[in-house]
């Protein structure tokens, strides 16, 4: 019996994770990605666990996410690779930045000068995916104020890198053409005597099957915890997190009575409903409705009628199959046979694993544990 909703984060599994992930680098440096609370797992706890377990470096997209890093005491390198300001902050906390545009490598270098030393960064270049990162027309320039800037000693140029459009898709040729184009950039960079330490463009989705893509570093967000963006689920990875509820009430309805708003649900026989308290605000998917099962005891039960904000109903049966008040809820978890997993819900709300862990909300409570079963 549980008395409230957590989001139970198996930081073991992440150790696992990790280190499978490191036996498929082939010597490249893992990059573990703790972007948005470390993927709702959180990212504190989430970047001791990866780093212990063997990763060399930790990513995040802003500043506020290394800082708040830096803050739980986390001393590994890290990347922000999509920042916009508290460049001097991040600078005197030793923070590696992203270069997106020669206009924000000026401005990282003016922190540099205010904050009184050397920034190291990583230059994003666009190889395909034409979101942001320096385009080919921009990087003489880059490479001339580089020039100027590293002989300043404003700057320490670190890495190059890129991100893939289609990485989900390991065999898809635009993911050669990509590595071509970083190459390419790399080979820019060597002609002008700029130096690069670290090249990397695989991720999560490249990770198991390109090792080719793998170069210096290998970025791992999702696989870390537990899935691929793969249509074929690894079962050498172990999904990290487990949402739960308590189930806070049952009670009977009759024949033809309607379920939650709208009543998109009509009963066709008398049964039992539980009540989840749990709903969109959440993170269940409100789209969802009527369209998941969560798992009590060693079965599953479907979800009936509309998700609200704060709780759903599920229908237990004409005999409400011996559940009762607080019997611990899984929405979703390891799989283990019966119980469902965020790819199950990703593909019941026609989205992708990602939006599913990262939008379980702050009103759900995280809860940190080890299993000894997990290796």
């Known amino acids: 019996m549980i008395t409230e909703a957590v989001a139970e984060v198996n930081l073991d599994a992440i150790a696992a ?17 703790v972007k948005a609370d470390g993927y709702g797992h959180g990212a504190v706890e989430v970047a001791h666990a990866a780093v212990a377990a063997g990763a060399g470096s930790l990513g995040v997209a802003t500043i506020p996410e290394a800082l708040a890093l830096r803050a739980g005491g986390v001393t590994a390198p890290i990347l922000s690779w999509l920042s916009t300001s508290r460049y001097a902050e991040a600078i005197a906390q030793g923070v590696r930045l992203g270069v997106n545009s020669p206009q924000q490598l000026a401005a990282i270098a003016a922190a540099a000068r205010e904050a009184g030393r050397p920034v190291e960064i990583d230059v ?32 320490h140029v670190h890495g190059l890198f890129s991100h893939l459009s ?3 898709v390991p065999d898809h040729p635009q993911n050669d053409a990509q590595l ?8 820019e960079f060597d002609r002008q ?16 099957t390109r090792p080719d893509l793998h170069l210096d570093a290998l970025r791992t967000g999702l696989a870390m915890y537990g899935y691929t963006p793969l249509d074929t689920p690894d079962a050498a990875l172990t999904p990290a997190m487990t949402l739960k509820a308590p189930l806070t009430r049952t009670r009977r309805v009759s024949t033809g009575d309607g379920v939650s708003y709208g009543h998109t649900w009509i009963a066709e026989r008398d049964t039992t409903l ?6 969109y605000a959440d993170g269940v998917p409100r789209i969802m409705s009527g369209k998941f099962d969560v798992a009590i005891g060693d079965r599953r039960f479907p979800s009936v009628g509309n998700v609200c904000m ?18 611990e809820v899984i929405l979703f978890g390891p799989a283990e046979g019966w119980r469902p997993n965020a790819r199950e819900w990703a593909a019941a709300a026609g989205t992708i694993p990602w939006e599913i862990l990262t939008s379980i909300g702050a009103r759900v409570p995280r809860s940190y544990v080890r299993h000894d079963s997990v290796s």
């Open 310 to 327: 704060d709780q759903f109903v599920v229908d237990l049966g004409p005999d409400g199959a011996g559940v009762t008040d607080g019997d």
């Open 166 to 168: 289609h990485a989900d």
């Open 180 to 187: 071509r184009r970083l190459l390419a950039a790399r080979a």
């Open 193 to 208: 005597g700029i130096a690069i330490e670290q090249l990397h463009l695989g991720n999560s989705g490249t990770a198991l």
């Open 17 to 33: 994770n990790i280190r499978v992930l490191l036996e498929f680098s082939q010597g490249a440096e893992l990059m573990a990605v």
């Open 124 to 155: 994003k270049v666009d190889t395909g995916l034409s979101r942001n990162g320096v385009t080919d027309a921009e990087l003489p320039e880059v490479l001339r104020d580089l020039g100027a800037l590293v002989a300043e000693g404003a700057v």
């Open 274 to 279: 539980g009540l989840v308290p749990l709903g």
